[in-house]
């Protein structure tokens, strides 16, 4: 019998530039692709908020839908099943005679718990569970640091990494699989089996953003090649106007971050260099920052009082003000129509997540934590690293202290809606 691995997507659903896939198919005879969505992922909170809203749950569907067509071109398919992980691989791997099974390392504990359990699970069964890295710019091996020296300062992290570390060439996308055959690949779920029906209830979606690999290519390429090719090249844009809208894809793993920074490259060498695709390379800087303080600090990004060591006891009640902001009904005209088009779409761009973060925190004085976890449930692009990162940043109780206190609410406002026109439109 041919060696069989089993490869379990979780925020990597992509072919390209797929490590773990590639190396699969290198090394087995036959792959078995498997997604499980796991009920924990669309629990509560202990902030009574969601942990996948509506709107990113849609977007993990049509993804998870995506790549199983893929492999379906492919000749072969996804797996698809609902259930606990460290239940579930165990039993797939003593039902289909696998040798070993493959996976991207997480970087938050309650994702990495779970790569723990299963680990542990499969270890009883003699199977090991192979841990890729795939979901960074650079590789930590590749930077000129080890993690626990990496600068809290991101201009210091930033400027190192530039000068001494290389960003890899992306994995090419393979052109044939051999596949594992099995008859029933499970039901992709509808919204309403994975929420519960007040979470799916309470929201529109409105989303223009549609999950999947394919989908996410074809933006990244529209976004480069915009109306007749040129648009970005030519135009003046301002640095917070570069706004890509890759994110979501970023978060999902359905693009990598390295076929957007070679795609900017190659941009660069059709059109010359030009301020805004670098932009966008700073954005993923920042994305593998957050990431790897993650991986330095763990937990104490999800902590109220951060890295501060002598902050007040907080209170971290579900306020009315709270409630207001949430709702997009606090009377701040502006925060209001960020806080409405987030919810009814899940994305919002920088400066607005800056500006609404900074009014909950500082005018209505409502912990940050609590906004964090909003975010976590509505946000079609949440991450955990970048988005407790950043929220701790603009609290003012991140790690990099040339970034406390550099919030200013009016200031915020005047780069986002210097006219008031945002505000009028959305409000209309
Ligand atoms: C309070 C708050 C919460 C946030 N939560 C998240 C989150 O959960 N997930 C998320 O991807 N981003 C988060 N961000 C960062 C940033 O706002 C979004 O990445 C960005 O707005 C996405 O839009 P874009 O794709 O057009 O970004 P672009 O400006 O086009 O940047 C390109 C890519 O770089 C990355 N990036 C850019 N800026 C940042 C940053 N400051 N931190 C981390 N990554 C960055 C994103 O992957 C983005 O797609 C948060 C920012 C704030 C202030």
Redesign the pocket.
Known sequence: MGKKILVWFRNDLRLHDNEMLVEAVSKADEILPVYIFDPRQFQKTQYHTYKTGVVRTKLLIESVSSLQQSFRQMGGNLLVLQGCPEDILPELVVEYGIAEVYHHREVASEETAISIKVEDALWKQKVNLKHFIGHTLYNKEDLPFPIKDIPDVFTQFKKKTERDAVVKPCFPTPAAINFVGFEDSGAIPEIGDLLQDSAVAILKVQSEFKGGEQEALLHLHDYLHASEGMVLANATLKKHE??????AW??LGCLSPREVYWKMKDAEANYGVRPYFH??VL??L??DY?RFMFKKYGNTFFKPQGFKKDGEPLVLENTSALQHWKNGQTGQPLVDACMQELNTTGYI??VA??LV?TYLVKELEVNWVLGAAY?EEQ?I???PA??WG??AT?AGVGNDQKLVNSFDFEKLAKILDPKGAFAQVVRA
């Open positions: 570069v706004i890509s809208k890759l994110s970023l978060a932009q966008i954005g993923l920042w994305r957050y761009n920088q997540r800056q973060a975010f946000l692009d949440y991450a970048s988005n950043n929220w603009v």
